[in-house]
């Protein structure tokens, strides 16, 4: 089967989890990594999940799941090995036209969940199709090793300096060579070293503007050195 690739938007949607065991607990972190607002059914948690709800970042309904669960929800994931309840479940879901998906059971899934490396906003993705998970998360492997935490700050750095190019109005065309241009083959080497300078010197030649960094918002998760020297 040959699956259309797409990025949801979960900010603010209800979400479930059917499931509170290790896979649902991994599902869970991953949903509200993404800023949804998530709900679980499950008679029991695991030690993860229940520091979740005790925090107040998780609804918990403490029970099995019955028909009528799903009512309201935009994406529903069964961590549950029970072929009964997945049956039910992937039955609700097909009424009510909500996304599901069913771990290890593909044939009740209407989509499927890549292997993913995550810089910040940076999101790579590899699928199989389903058809080998191991070779998934081998190939991840190999990226987060390929994809380090730099990534991160040089796609921040390329987002703060993207509406500095489109304020100027020009067409989509002169935009495009510009934000190539931007995309030195020694920018992420620079930001790696910490050479600031270089990097200043850069974005000034490309914009044809006095663009200090220090104006830019580079705050995110990597804890780097300010470069207040930079001007």
Known sequence: MSYFPVCLDLKDRDCLVIGGGRVASRKVKQLLACGARMTVISPELNSELTVLVDKGDI???????????????????????????QSTVYEEAEEGGILLNVADAPQWCHFILPATVRRGD??????????????????????????????????????????YVLVRGEKEEKNRDVFERLIHPDLLSWIKERNWLEVEKHIRGVLGQDISLNDLDLVGLLDYERPSQVR
């Open 59 to 85: 609804s918990w309904w403490k029970r099995l799941y019955k028909k009528g669960d799903l009512d309201g929800a935009f994406l529903v994931i069964a961590a549950t090995d029970d072929p009964a309840v």
């Open 122 to 163: 940076l999101t790579v993705s590899i699928s199989t199709s389903g058809k080998s998970p191991a070779l998934a998360k081998n190939l991840r492997e190999q990226l987060e090793e390929q994809f380090e935490e730099e990534y991160d700050l040089l796609l921040q750095l390329l987002g703060s300096l993207r509406p």
